[in-house]
């Protein structure tokens, strides 16, 4: 089993807050997850990103998923529905598309699929290209206006 591990200081992700509520908290490093099972560090993540595939030949879906971790070669998305094992799959985090391959895909034990997915081009992901919402001034799909009453 994966286990959280963090920095010092108490972590608020400013992503929890959805940007309704004005948060001056920071973070000075990333939340990182360990396992016997990694052959990679993973980084705890929570962020909302665009999936497109092919669940079936002529079958194509989308929708939003949960990035859950996220690691230089990877990522864990929560999805609604299932995708199969080598089934190729675009993930748009910002403004950018990333290409990546389904390696496994488990249903959760309370909602959806949990599909780890093997990104072809580590240039184009994290920590390179891509950070959590958290860590980056980049708008992501749950950016909101301000909390007025």
């Known amino acids: 089993m994966a286990q959280l591990t963090c920095c010092s200081r108490p972590v ?23 396992s016997a099972h ?3 560090p993973h980084f705890a993540c929570l962020d909302m990103v665009w999936i497109d595939c092919a669940v079936a030949p002529g079958r ?4 939003y998923a949960v990035l859950l971790d996220i690691w230089e070669h990877g990522a864990t998305v ?10 190729s799959v675009e993930i748009t ?3 950018r598309q990333v ?4 390696t496994s895909c488990d ?7 949990l599909l780890e997915l ?18 980056s001034s980049e708008p992501t799909a749950l950016t909101a206006a301000p909390f007025v009453c």
């Open 118 to 135: 093997r990104i072809g081009l580590a240039e184009a992901w994290f920590p390179r290209a891509y950070k959590p919402a958290w860590q």
């Open 107 to 113: 249903a959760d034990q309370s909602f959806g699929f």
């Open 38 to 40: 990694f052959a990679e």
């Open 93 to 95: 985090v910002g403004k």
């Open 60 to 63: 194509p879906a989308s929708e």
């Open 78 to 87: 929560q999805t609604s529905f299932p995708v199969s094992a080598g089934t």
């Open 12 to 34: 608020v992700p400013r992503f929890l807050f959805l940007n309704v509520w004005p948060s001056n908290c920071t973070v000075g490093a990333m939340p990182s997850l360990t």
């Open 99 to 102: 290409a990546a391959k389904v």
